[in-house]
């Protein structure tokens, strides 16, 4: 059995946010903005990944000393510099992924031409008190954003975080939003189970996690929900017996970095390629893909300007080129 992973770079953009999610250690309140030159720095340390992973807080142009610094570079407004930041990675020869929280229509027609995929946690389809100072947490906004990625035709990576305070038939339903979601639209590609681990200094860092075997089986409940076709993810840093998730039905595991740490799980550092052979065996073989899943390089869900790159990276059947 094929279980796909991609070679990629970690570009932490910005880690001011608007939310207040109980559980983040990544959110900082002190400025925080990579600079075009910090960007530049860290993807040219990126000689083997294939992907520019972009990920963020949410909506940070709330404050105005950040607007402030964002004018200071040459730009007037976040998605802007998002979308140049997106095209310096595309010139250094990267597939940008861009997760930016929840956008409106206009912002996502805006930065998909700069994408090869963009993505949007769904996190839980219902409202947790975890979530209860992130109004870009709330279920309906998150939904429209994934529905609207949908309109748009951008292959889309989605996921529930496991272990919020949700209960059991809360997560079935959040998996049934999105095989509803994928029903419509069918451009999501991949379903992350993201095991939530709690962060020391949060207010959840005493929370109680979900053991593995029950995580197992929300990934055998995933297995049943979603289409086939859809990936299931399990970020293999989160996990300790890798094979039993693999065996329940996931069948990817992810970026892949070996420059920059999980910027979100900075206690859990990636394993290499060679260490994740190793540990699945030899039932499952590991195959690179691209940000961009096989099916939608062969429907070409891409834009002109990505045309040269993703000839270049990918083989016949749509996976990376190597
Ligand atoms: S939206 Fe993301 S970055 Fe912002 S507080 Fe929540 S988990 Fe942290």
Same mark, same amino acid.
């Given at each position: 059995?094929?279980?796909?992973?991609?070679?990629?770079?970690?570009?932490?953009?910005?880690?001011?946010?608007?939310?207040? /999610?109980?559980?983040?250690?990544?959110?900082?309140?002190?400025?925080?903005?990579?600079?075009?030159?910090?960007?530049?720095?860290?993807?040219?340390? +990126?000689?083997? $990944?294939?992907?520019?992973?972009?990920? @963020?807080?949410?909506?940070?142009?709330?404050? %105005?000393? @950040?607007?402030?610094?964002?004018?200071?570079?040459?730009?007037?407004?976040?998605?802007?510099?998002?979308?140049?930041?997106?095209?310096?990675?595309? !010139?250094?020869?990267?597939?940008?992924?861009?997760?930016?929280?929840?956008?409106?229509?206009?912002?996502?027609?805006?930065?998909?031409?700069?994408?090869?995929?963009?993505?949007?946690?769904?996190?839980? +389809?219902?409202?947790?008190? /975890? =979530?209860?100072?992130?109004?870009?947490?709330?279920?309906?906004?998150?939904?429209?954003? #994934?529905?609207? $990625?949908? %309109?748009?035709?951008?292959?889309?990576?989605?996921?529930?975080?496991?272990?919020?305070?949700?209960? %059991?038939?809360?997560?079935?339903?959040?998996?049934?939003?999105? $095989?509803?979601?994928?029903?419509?639209?069918? =451009?999501?590609?991949?379903?992350? #189970?993201?095991?939530?681990?709690?962060?020391?200094?949060?207010?959840?860092?005493?929370?109680?996690?979900?053991?593995?075997?029950?995580?197992?089986?929300?990934? !055998?409940? +995933?297995?049943?929900?979603?289409?086939?076709?859809?990936?299931?993810?399990?970020?293999?840093?989160?996990?300790?017996?890798? !094979? +039993?998730?693999? !065996?329940?039905?996931?069948?990817?595991?992810?970026?892949?970095?070996?420059?920059?740490?999980? @910027?979100?799980?900075?206690? $859990?550092?990636?394993?290499?390629?060679?260490?994740?052979? %190793?540990? #699945?065996?030899?039932? @499952?073989?590991?195959?690179?893909?691209?940000?961009?899943?096989?099916?939608?390089?062969?429907?070409?869900?891409?834009?002109?300007?990505?045309?040269?790159?993703?000839?270049?990276?990918?083989?016949?059947?749509?996976?990376?080129?190597?």
């Amino acid at each position: 059995m094929i279980v796909t992973y991609s070679r990629n770079v970690f570009i932490p953009l910005t880690r001011n946010c608007r939310n207040r /999610c109980k559980y983040c250690g990544f959110r900082r309140d002190e400025l925080d903005l990579m600079s075009p030159s910090d960007v530049q720095k860290l993807i040219r340390m +990126a000689k083997n $990944a294939k992907e520019a992973l972009f990920t @963020f807080g949410e909506r940070p142009e709330f404050r %105005k000393d @950040f607007l402030e610094m964002l004018r200071s570079y040459g730009y007037s407004n976040f998605i802007e510099y998002v979308a140049s930041m997106n095209l310096l990675a595309i !010139k250094n020869g990267f597939l940008p992924h861009t997760n930016a929280g929840v956008l409106s229509y206009e912002e996502l027609k805006y930065l998909k031409p700069f994408n090869a995929s963009m993505g949007l946690m769904l996190e839980q +389809a219902v409202e947790l008190e /975890c =979530h209860s100072e992130s109004p870009g947490k709330r279920p309906e906004i998150r939904i429209n954003t #994934i529905k609207d $990625a949908g %309109k748009l035709q951008i292959p889309f990576t989605t996921g529930i975080l496991v272990g919020i305070g949700e209960k %059991k038939y809360d997560r079935e339903y959040s998996l049934e939003v999105i $095989a509803d979601l994928y029903k419509n639209y069918g =451009h999501i590609q991949e379903v992350i #189970i993201q095991r939530f681990l709690p962060k020391k200094g949060t207010e959840m860092e005493n929370f109680e996690t979900l053991s593995e075997s029950e995580l197992v089986e929300v990934v !055998k409940i +995933a297995r049943k929900i979603l289409p086939n076709e859809v990936a299931i993810q399990i970020p293999p840093n989160l996990v300790s017996d890798l !094979k +039993a998730y693999l !065996k329940a039905g996931a069948n990817d595991l992810g970026g892949i970095s070996e420059i920059t740490p999980d @910027f979100i799980n900075p206690e $859990a550092p990636w394993p290499s390629i060679n260490e994740l052979q %190793k540990i #699945i065996g030899d039932e @499952f073989a590991l195959k690179e893909r691209l940000p961009i899943y096989p099916r939608f390089v062969k429907l070409k869900w891409w834009s002109e300007i990505l045309d040269g790159l993703i000839e270049l990276y990918s083989d016949a059947d749509g996976y990376a080129r190597t």
